[in-house]
């Protein structure tokens, strides 16, 4: 289960985890949340519960990210980019700007960022770590994953009550058989990552 050992590991306080939802999907932003966790404040059986969001029903997800946002010892921000941005910058350099976004965003400035992954994105102000599958290992990893999956579902919900027929509500923009066959029968949509290949090939089919 997700602890502090990495977050003692950093030698400097206070320290922020960061991750991101929506790298795979065909549609929506790519989202990222950015924690700091006071562990004196923090209630121990919160704690407990944090763990990889990918581990979590989504019902779990969504009672511990309220409990999360509602608590005095957690801070935390959300960062967005687009899907032009995606579109524009690839999906790896929107991600990052996700992160420098939720960390921008931060009522407290980090001495020290754990990062999701084995890449940190550039240009932040202070030190930062990559951790793979930091989000079953650092509790401030875990506690972004839970409140970047719920607030990314959210967001394509409310796409899916105005784009119905994908399946986003359920599927969250992946490359469901729903998804697909929402494509094939209402076309692309704004919300579509028109660089990723699925999408791109609709648009501009094999002419030969």
């Known amino acids: 289960m997700p602890d502090f050992v990495h977050e003692d590991a950093c030698g400097a306080r206070p320290v922020a985890g960061v ?19 006071d ?3 923090l209630p121990t059986d919160l704690l407990a519960t944090l763990n990889d969001s990918k581990k979590l029903s989504a019902a779990r997800r969504a009672d511990i990210c309220a409990r999360l946002v509602a608590c005095d010892g957690v801070v935390w921000a959300l960062g967005e980019a687009s ?3 995606i579109d524009t910058v690839n999906i790896l350099q929107a991600t990052f700007l996700a992160m420098r976004r939720a960390l921008d965003s931060l009522a407290v400035s980090p001495a020290h960022v754990l990062v999701d992954g084995n890449k940190c994105p550039p ?5 930062a770590t990559a951790i793979v599958g930091g989000d079953a290992l650092s509790a401030s990893i875990a506690a972004a994953s839970i409140i970047a ?7 394509m919900l409310g796409l899916d009550a105005c784009f119905p027929g994908y399946g986003w ?9 729903e998804h697909q066959q929402g494509l094939l029968t209402h076309g692309v ?6 660089s990723f ?10 002419m030969s």
């Open 189 to 194: 949509t704004e919300h579509h990552r028109r």
């Open 169 to 177: 509500g359920s599927n969250a923009g992946y490359g469901t058989a």
């Open 123 to 127: 240009g932040l102000s202070c030190a």
């Open 39 to 41: 562990r004196e404040r």
């Open 197 to 206: 290949a699925p999408i791109r090939n609709l648009l501009t089919p094999n």
């Open 19 to 37: 991750d991101e939802v929506g790298r795979g999907p065909w549609a929506g932003p790519v989202m990222a949340a950015a924690v700091i966790l």
């Open 83 to 85: 899907v032009a941005e």
């Open 149 to 155: 999956k719920v607030s990314r579902d959210r967001i």
